[in-house]
């Protein structure tokens, strides 16, 4: 595998995401909730870095909110 399509595959904390995204962990959780974002509960919610990208692609107005 190469290293980009691993760190693509990186899986994140829902705190990690929400400050990727700029935004609360409630939000990130809501996101979940909402199936807006892919996760998976691994004892602790997890998301894939390459969902994230793909959220933040769809959501483009997401990164321009601040918390």
């Known amino acids: 595998m190469h290293m980009k399509q691993q760190n693509r595959d990186k899986l994140l904390t ?4 929400a400050e990727i995204l700029r935004v609360s962990t409630r939000s990130v ?4 909730e909402s199936r807006r974002l892919k996760a998976s509960k691994i004892g602790w919610w ?3 870095q390459s969902d994230v990208d793909r959220f933040l692609e769809e959501n483009s107005n997401i990164r321009k ?3």
Do not use: C
């Open 14 to 17: 829902i705190e990690e995401v």
């Open 29 to 32: 959780n809501r996101y979940i």
């Open 65 to 67: 909110k601040r918390r």
């Open 46 to 48: 997890r998301i894939k």
